[in-house]
């Protein structure tokens, strides 16, 4: 007789599970629809594959010529179709390479001074536009697509232009801007200018939003209908993100879908795509953001009337005659990208992100959760560990707690696929996501009572919703870590300082530990971003140095774990190191590490194993009680 293996429920997701997942993004349709492109990155390198729509061939890499890079540390802005025979690429010698949408050598190269991404192609295919970013300008910029001649830019002014698109007749680019020290979701604008044969022919015209900071209205997306009739794009004029249409002109504009529900998150990248237009222009898709839910509705422009298209989140929305492209995604489902086809409610995937062994049937979504504190109503995630032999799934208040912040901190906790999380959930932890007051997803007064108040309202919301899990009796209160990259890891830092016996190690991967030194230093997107997060300097010295880690130092006695890589230059490796030479300086439990060749963000196999490893370690010495851990495969049994 053979031998039958029962492997039902799988093994615990691996460190080198973990650091095999690729990225995929950005799925976009060519023009007729015929091919399905999307970009794929993985150890550092990214690819634009293509693949055909009825499924009649596998995906082809396109980009092996070339160094393919969105241009920005946020990604995205990578390709765009020019027609269905050619990709315009952004790649990492500073230019625009034009490749056959078969593979091969690049036709054409377009010159540029300075990073570029976003390329867009207008109509007849003759000319492009794209960012520019030097470090010290950032510019629209219309170029031809045969690389002859010298680009010409579009924009006057603005400390920063994003996302340019062409009007469907070819006559005008338009895109995003914003001024420091405005953050492009607190106070942008979307503006449009004439260009005729690749000259600008008339001056700068509003179409959205505007430079007012204070009572400042964030926009994003602009994008317009196939027909050129319509120009959608995202506005939190009601205090909520929602789809807005106008006219092609920016007249006559109103929400396409009011409702208490955020459409768009912040931009923190280029050519985010939460809506799509239908291939007719008489619907729009859209990403709804349900307390951290996603679901995908499509909307028609005439009477406003709302259909479920799929559950889970899609981003990098595009819709062609054969369907919504997306890369969806979801609490217990890896990243793919998928073609929806609301005709039949049938979904197709194109390709996935992650190796096999994650999708397992019996992980858990979270259960959504509230507290309150100071009369606030505060959210977040609680994720449960599957069960493991001889306990029961109830029994988590015999599991460690493991509170995993999220970054920004103007980011939001989602039901999206973590690999991390997922890593951790297989240990035995109870995994808590909370979505601090400062954080996106619940209207914009949620996100902005953050202003003025970081390092103190995100640290005291993220305490009590400790408090409130382990008076539920969810979670032991004496066996709590915490853990947080960017902003995440700030946060982290504070709670060991303002909460130490909320937590017993705190994990930080490349997070802030002076705010001063974060204000000279950091990259200039974010330059002027604690002006709004804490105050404008120097009035504000006081309370710089009030909530930086490195300023309470000699106090700290949680242990701590600072990750770092030694090319970010968002948070430099100068702010871990102050705090662990002054830790060390006082004796207090610190361990750390620093990743050679690493940025604001792991891009490397061995790196991430290396995390991982390193912190599974560090939480067992230092939370009691080694979590349970979930079991392997059963052994072989006869069959």
């Known amino acids: 007789m053979g031998r039958r293996v029962d492997v039902k429920g799988g093994g615990p997701v691996t460190a080198a599970m973990v650091a095999r997942a690729r990225s995929v993004s950005d799925p976009q349709w060519s023009p007729s629809g015929a091919l399905l492109a999307w970009a794929e990155s993985a150890s550092g390198r990214t690819d634009v594959l293509v693949a055909p729509a009825d499924g009649s061939d596998l995906p082809l890499v396109v980009t092996a010529a070339v160094r393919p890079a969105g241009g920005h540390p946020s990604g995205g802005g990578v390709f765009a179709w020019l027609g269905d025979d050619a990709l315009v690429v952004a790649t990492r010698d500073d230019g625009l390479a034009v490749l056959p949408a078969r593979g091969g050598p690049p036709v054409a190269v377009v010159a540029a001074d300075g990073p570029v991404f976003a390329p867009a192609v207008s109509p007849d295919g003759r000319r492009v536009a794209f960012v520019r970013d030097t470090g010290t300008e950032c510019a629209v910029m219309v170029a031809a697509t045969d690389g002859s001649g010298a680009p010409v830019r579009v ?39 004439a260009v005729v044969d690749g000259v600008v022919a008339g001056p700068v015209e509003r179409l959205a939003g505007g430079v007012d900071i204070e009572a400042g209205v964030g926009v994003a997306q602009p994008r317009y209908s196939p027909d050129g009739a319509w120009l959608a794009y995202v506005s939190d004029a009601t205090r909520w993100a929602n789809v807005w249409i106008a006219l092609a002109d920016g007249s006559e504009a109103r929400p396409l879908l009011a409702e208490p529900h955020e459409h768009g998150r912040p931009t923190w990248g280029p050519r ?58 979801g609490g217990r489902t890896a990243p793919q990208v998928t073609v929806h086809e609301p ?12 190796p096999g062994g994650f999708e397992t049937g019996d992980r858990a979504e979270p259960t959504p959760v509230t507290w309150t504190r100071d009369g606030a109503t505060v959210h977040g995630l609680v994720w449960t560990p599957r069960p493991a032999a001889g306990r029961p799934v109830e029994d988590a208040a015999a599991a460690p707690l493991l509170v995993l912040l999220h970054g920004g901190p103007t980011d939001q906790a989602l ?79 504070m709670l060991c300082i303002r909460h130490p016996d909320r937590v017993r190690a705190a994990v930080s991967l490349y997070g802030v530990t002076d705010l001063l030194g974060l204000a000279a230093g ?69 361990e750390h590490h620093v990743y050679a060749g690493e940025g604001h963000g792991w891009s490397q196999e061995a790196t991430v194993v290396d995390e991982l490893e390193r912190v599974e370690a560090f939480l067992d010495r230092h939370v009691p009680g080694r979590p349970v851990p979930i079991p392997g495969p059963k052994e072989p049994t006869d069959a």
């Open 415 to 493: 039901v999206d696929w973590q690999a991390r999380r997922a890593y951790f959930l297989d240990r035995g932890w109870v995994v808590f996501t909370p979505n601090a007051r400062g954080s996106t997803g619940y209207g914009r007064e949620y996100r902005d009572a953050m202003n003025g108040a970081w390092g103190e309202l995100d640290v005291d919301d993220v305490a009590a919703g400790i408090d409130a899990l382990a008076a539920s009796h969810r979670v032991d209160r004496g066996r709590v870590a915490v853990m947080g990259g960017s902003a995440g890891g700030y946060t982290a830092l």
């Open 522 to 590: 950091t990259w200039r997107f974010e330059s002027r971003y604690l002006d709004l997060l804490v105050g404008p300097l120097p009035a504000a010295t006081a309370l710089y140095r009030d909530r930086s880690p490195i300023t309470h130092a000699a106090g700290i006695r949680t242990p701590l774990l600072l990750l770092q890589g030694d090319r970010d230059e968002v948070v430099p490796l100068a702010q871990p190191q102050a705090l662990i030479d002054a830790l060390e300086a006082v004796g207090a439990p610190v």
């Open 155 to 193: 924009n006057d002014a603005g400390d920063f232009a994003w996302d340019p698109v062409w009007r469907p007749d070819g006559g005008a680019v338009t895109w995003l801007e914003w001024d420091l020290p405005a953050m492009p979701w607190t106070a942008s604008r979307i503006e449009s200018r």
């Open 272 to 329: 985010m795509r939460a809506f799509a237009w239908s291939p007719d222009s008489t619907r729009v898709a859209v990403v709804r953001n349900e307390a951290g839910f996603g679901r995908l509705v499509s909307v028609v422009v005439a009477d406003g009337s709302v259909r479920e298209e799929a559950k889970g989140w899609h981003v990098g929305v595009d819709w062609g005659p054969a369907g919504i492209a997306a890369v969806r995604s």
């Open 343 to 354: 005709a039949t409610g049938g979904r197709r995937v194109f390709a996935r992100g992650t």
